[in-house]
């Protein structure tokens, strides 16, 4: 069974930092290519950032040189430190992970970036 915890989340004003948690219980998390997806009110949902087993790193072109993507595989968490937030940021921030052939979603967390 995956389970995906998500935590840290909450309100900040443009220019702060936050730092998102999940706490993954999944098989062989090592070898897991971990992402982090959010969705705005009345948007799609949009890949944020994602890292593989090789520690290999990719972003969206509007969160790249902000935000760093990171994983402690002891530990079984990925994290996401989101820098020079912008409101535009505002969002419900969902970790992920694919279990072939299945996504599996944490619960969210709500991030609130005030001008």
């Known amino acids: 069974q995956v389970q995906l915890v998500e935590s840290g989340g909450g309100l900040v004003q443009a220019g702060g930092s936050l730092r998102l948690s999940c706490a993954a219980s999944?098989?062989?998390?090592?070898?897991?290519?971990m992402g982090w997806h959010r969705q705005a009110p009345g948007k799609q949902r949009e890949l944020v950032a994602a890292?593989?087993?090789?520690?290999?790193?990719n972003y969206a072109d509007s969160v790249k040189g902000r935000f760093n993507i990171s994983r402690d595989n002891a530990k079984k968490t990925v994290y996401l430190q989101m820098n020079s937030l912008k409101p535009e940021d505002t969002a419900v921030y969902y970790c992920?992970?694919?279990?072939?052939?299945?996504?599996?979603w944490g619960q969210g967390t709500q991030v609130t970036v005030s001008s």
């Open positions: 992920n992970v694919r279990v072939r052939p299945l996504d599996y």
């Open positions: 999944v098989s062989i998390f090592s070898m897991r290519t």
């Open positions: 890292i593989n087993s090789g520690g290999v790193t």
